[in-house]
């Protein structure tokens, strides 16, 4: 069978869709996911319920700690589309999980997000994990970084 840039596409497609959780569910999952909210800082937060302690407010980027339950998050929006595909990719090579939204973004642990998930829309993107690369190696079922081997 001779493969093609298509079918390449759609492997890779499955693959992230099955790192982040989605699919798989007949598309049930996708009905409860409301509309992505949008807006400012602190009307994502509202919405999300938070009180927002911020970190940094600078005309690129701002961003503050938020908390559910006894979890806490870090809720970030920007200036451009640019600058948060940026950010995101700068900092996914760090691992953890990410809320992403149209010009914001919430960081956290994965079931916070999939809560959020359930009051901001979005949808979410897992970072790198480097983990396998240091003394004792990564977890199982966590998505590793493959890029350079030791040698």
Known sequence: MRVTRPMLALSG???ILALTGCGGSGGKDEAAV????SGSLEHIAAEADCKPNMQTDADTIRQALCKKGKEKYVLATFATDRGQREWINTAKDYGGFYLVGRKWVAVGHEDVLQTLRGTLGGTVEVGLNHASH???GGK???PAHSGHHDN
């Open 13 to 15: 497609a499955v693959a």
């Open 134 to 136: 240091a003394p004792g």
């Open 140 to 142: 199982k079922n966590e």
């Open 34 to 37: 409301p509309k992505e909210v």
